[in-house]
């Protein structure tokens, strides 16, 4: 059974950088693509990032292009999302996430039924 545990949120004002974890386990890491996904209150859950298995290739949101990083570290079985330049906007739940597939196309990685684990998800509050 897969399991993705986030961990790294928390309340930062404006301008200031987070770095959200997500450690996995129940079968081989280093094979599966993971992403991030995030979802404000009363809004839709929206995809932020994903990285290839071998760290080769990796896409970003729009909105987080330029200030967020994703990183993977497969010895440890961690997926990492650097966030700078934090803005109120990007308060919200963030849920770790992974595939059957290595690479996750970036013109189909929106495609919420293509991440079939998720976490429990880590909050991420932005004061202004």
């Known amino acids: 059974q897969v399991q993705l545990v986030e961990s790294g949120g928390g309340l930062v004002p404006a301008g200031d950088s987070l770095k959200l974890s997500c450690t996995a386990s129940?079968?081989?890491?280093?094979?599966?693509?993971m992403g991030w996904f995030r979802q404000a209150p009363g809004k839709e859950r929206e995809f932020v990032s994903t990285?290839?298995?071998?760290?080769?290739?990796?896409s970003y949101s729009d909105s987080v292009k330029d200030r967020f990083i994703i990183s993977r570290d497969n010895d440890k079985s961690a997926v990492y999302l650097q966030m700078n330049n934090l803005k109120p906007e990007d308060t919200a739940t963030y849920y770790c996430?992974?595939?059957?597939?290595?690479?996750?196309?970036?013109?189909?990685?929106?495609?919420?039924?293509?991440?079939?684990?998720w976490g429990q998800g880590t909050q991420v509050t932005v004061s202004s």
């Open positions: 990285i290839s298995w071998s760290s080769g290739s990796s």
């Open positions: 129940g079968r081989a890491f280093s094979l599966y693509a």
């Open positions: 996430v992974t595939t059957d597939l290595r690479v996750v196309p970036e013109s189909v990685a929106v495609d919420q039924a293509l991440w079939r684990y």
